[in-house]
C-alpha cells in the first residue's frame, strides 16, 4: 500500500507532502522522514466546517465556539503521496524576464520567522500544524507554550491561520515583542511585592490600633465595674454598721429601763416613795421611736432573716453564754471554710449526725436553720450539703458580718 503521509521520525508528526516535511526540516532541523500509511487526521466540524488536524485541535474548537460534533474525513482526504521535490529553480528565459522585477525587489526578500525550536516541539506534540504553530510562537511574542495556545484559541478563526508565516529580511521585520522585558517583568513583580508588603504592613497596624482601643475599652469597663463594686460594698458596710449601732443604743435603753425598773421596785420594798422621773428620762422613748423611724431600709433581707435567726438561737439558750458563743464560733468556721475554699466538696457537706457537730450545733434551736439560709439543703435525711452553682458569696460574707457581730457585740440579742 502507498504511503498517505510522511512521518517525522524524531517528534513523529505527521506531515501531508514534501513541502510540509522540507518545511518542518528548516523549522526543528529534524531529518529523519519516512513514508507512513498513517493518514493525517482529518476531522470536520459540522457546525462551520472547520478542519482539525488533530484532537486537541478538535477540543480547543470546541472550547472556544461550543461545538461537539465532528464528521472524521481522514480516508476521504488520504491521496498517496508524491516523492518528488517540486522545482524551484528558474528558467534561463524567465530569470531574464525576471531580471528587472528582482533587482525592484532584491531589498525585500522574505523568509519564514525564526521561533522558539522547543516550543514548536511542544506544539507540535500537541497536534498543531506546523505552519500554524510557527505563525501562533510568532505573533505571541515567542515567549511561552500558553501565550501561543492562547493565541491560538483567540485567532483560531482566522483564514490564514495555517499559512506559514513571511517576514522580510532586509527590513530587518522582527517578531511581536512582549508588552514587557524580562528585566520589565522583574522590576514590575519586585514593585508588586513591595506594594503587597506595604499593605500588609498597613493592615496590621490597623489591626493593632484596633486591638488597643478594645483593650483600652475593655479596661474602662472592668474599672467602671469594679468602682460600682466597691461602692455597693461600702454602702452595704455602712448601713451594716449603721444597724449595729441602732441595735446597741436600744440595748443600752433596755437595760436602762431595767436599772430603773429595779430601783423603783427596791425602793418599793423599803416603803419609799417612788422617785419623780427625771425630765431627761420621760422624752427618752419618743426619740428611740423617731430614731427607730428614720432607719434606712437594709439591703439585705437574707441579712435581717440570718440575725433573727442568731438572736433567737441566743434567746433559746440565754442561760449557756458559753455554749451559744462556741456555735456562733462553729457557724462562722463552717461559713469561713466554704468561702475560702468553694470548690471544696468536703467544706460545702456536713454530716447531720456528727457528734461534734451536735455538741455544737445541731443540738441548738436555730443553727441548722443559719445554714440553711446561707444555701445548705438536707440530703436523704444525714447530710447538710451546698451545691457549688449555689454557692452565694455575698450571701457567705453577709453570714460572716452577721456572725462577727454576734460574737463581738455583747449587748447582741438582750432585746
Known sequence: MAGVSLKCGDCGALLKSVEEAQEHAELTSHSNFSESTEAVLNLVC?????????????????????????????????????????????DSEEAVDAGSTSKTNQSEEIVVPEVDK??????????????????????????????????????EADPDIDEMPMVSVNKNAEAPKPSLTPEEMKLKAQELRERARKKKEEEEKRMEREKEKER??????????????????????????K????????????IRQKLEEDKAERRRRLGLPPEEPSAALKPSAPVVEEKKSALPVRPATKAEQMRECLRSLK???????AKVKKAFQTLLTYIGNVARNPDEEKFRKIRLNNQTFQDRVGSL???????????????????????????????????????????????????
Open 216 to 241: 483600652i475599652r475593655v479596661g474602662k469597663e472592668l474599672l467602671e465595674a469594679k468602682r460600682i463594686e466597691e461602692e455597693n460594698e461600702r454602702k452595704r458596710l455602712m448601713a451594716l454598721r
Open 365 to 415: 434551736k436555730g443553727g441548722v436553720e443559719f445554714l440553711e439560709l446561707c444555701g445548705f439543703e438536707k440530703v436523704e435525711g444525714q447530710f447538710l450539703f451546698l451545691s457549688r452553682n449555689k454557692v452565694d458569696m455575698q450571701v457567705l460574707n453577709s453570714a460572716g458580718s452577721e456572725l462577727n457581730s454576734a460574737i463581738n457585740n455583747p449587748f447582741f440579742g438582750i432585746l
Open 243 to 254: 444597724a449595729e449601732k441602732e441595735e446597741e443604743k436600744r440595748a443600752r435603753e433596755k
Open 118 to 155: 522547543k516550543l514548536l516541539e511542544e506544539l507540535e506534540a500537541m497536534g498543531f500544524p506546523t505552519a500554524r504553530a510557527t505563525r501562533a510562537l510568532h505573533f505571541s511574542g515567542n515567549t511561552s507554550l500558553e501565550a501561543a495556545v492562547n493565541w491560538v484559541v483567540e485567532h
Open 315 to 321: 434567746q433559746n439558750h440565754k442561760d449557756d453564754d
Open 46 to 90: 459540522s457546525a462551520c466546517g472547520k478542519p482539525c488536524r488533530s484532537k486537541t485541535e478538535s477540543d480547543l474548537h470546541t472550547k472556544r465556539t461550543g461545538h461537539t460534533e465532528f464528521v472524521d474525513k481522514t480516508l476521504e482526504a488520504a491521496k498517496p503521496i508524491s516523492l518528488e521535490v517540486p522545482k524551484v529553480a528558474m
